[in-house]
């Protein structure tokens, strides 16, 4: 295996980043819609619905480099674990200003 090197690794980054960049409007329009899921979940008392929309947003979260989204969506988690289903809306409430402030970075900067 060719070792790589240190500003080759760079551009590879940056490129990667760039992509990234790019996928973040549609990962926040789907991610908005699991928002929903989650929320409607939380709010009929559905404890396993919600543990697999909460899985499904870590897993991409984790993916997009939204290591706040993780760890909101796994106090979400941490709550229905407790069955305390008033905290769980509440953090979703947080995680729901969240993703309104990201938006509103990305309509500001045009995206």
Do not use: W
């Amino acid at each position: 295996m060719k070792e790589v090197g240190l500003s080759e690794l760079v551009n590879q980054d940056i490129v990667f980043i760039e992509e990234l960049i790019g996928l973040i409007p549609d990962y926040l329009k789907n991610i908005t819609i699991d928002h929903g899921n989650l929320e409607r979940a939380i709010a009929s008392c559905d404890v396993e619905g919600a543990s697999r929309v909460v899985h499904r947003i870590k897993g991409s979260a984790c993916s997009y480099g939204f290591d706040v989204i993780d760890k909101v969506v796994s106090e979400i988690q941490q709550s229905l674990d407790k069955n305390d289903y008033d905290m769980a809306l509440e953090n979703n409430k947080i995680f729901e200003k969240y993703l309104m402030r990201v938006a509103k970075a990305l309509s500001d900067r045009g995206a």
